[in-house]
């Protein structure tokens, strides 16, 4: 019989995506944070971005290139209007889409929001050797995230399988 596993924190950093909110307004972003500290995780930095591709991509690309952040979480941007980019932002970035995130995401959305979460481009991927989650940028979206999925995969002791025990091996070559 297997030893079960010991909690490990992982080192997370979230960015709210948004052209209006700020530290005092952003209850989606404090809402990730107040999550990931609760199970155990470690906050690296957490940031507002405006609605700006460059400016999405280079802290993000800041963050990935940083050894010490495990995990990024975004929130915000992912819709359909003409100001929503961070899935223009982030794709490029990745070295392996996970298309099972966002597909997973909007299934269980949509037993709360109906029809509505198509217009959700939540997505997840590898970057160089990092997760990043991008979130849509309602709360009660990055609660559906984080408690129906991110909560267990970011848990090394979740059976039967998790993103957290993978980490050390996504650099392998």
């Given at each position: ?6 909690f490990v924190s992982l080192q997370i ?84 889409e996970i298309e099972g995130f966002g ?71």
């Open positions: 019989m297997t030893e079960p596993k010991s950093a979230v960015m709210t995506v948004s052209d209006s909110r700020t530290e005092a307004t952003d209850t989606s972003g404090k809402l990730l944070v107040d999550k990931l500290t609760a199970a155990g995780h470690h906050l690296t930095e957490k940031v507002i971005v405006p609605d700006n591709i460059y400016q999405i991509r280079a802290v993000v690309s800041r963050w990935i290139a940083d050894n010490a952040v495990q995990v990024v979480l975004t929130t915000g941007g992912t819709g359909v209007t003409g100001r929503d980019g961070t899935p223009e932002a982030i794709k490029p970035l990745l070295d392996k597909e997973v995401f909007r299934m269980i959305s949509y037993q709360e929001i109906k029809t509505s979460t198509i217009q959700s481009r939540a997505l997840a991927g590898v970057a160089n050797g990092s997760y990043i989650f991008c979130l849509p940028g309602s709360s009660g979206a990055c609660r559906t995230g984080w408690d129906h999925i991110l909560k267990d995969q970011l848990d090394v002791r979740h059976r039967p399988c998790n993103f957290a025990e993978l980490i050390p091996r996504l650099m392998e070559t």
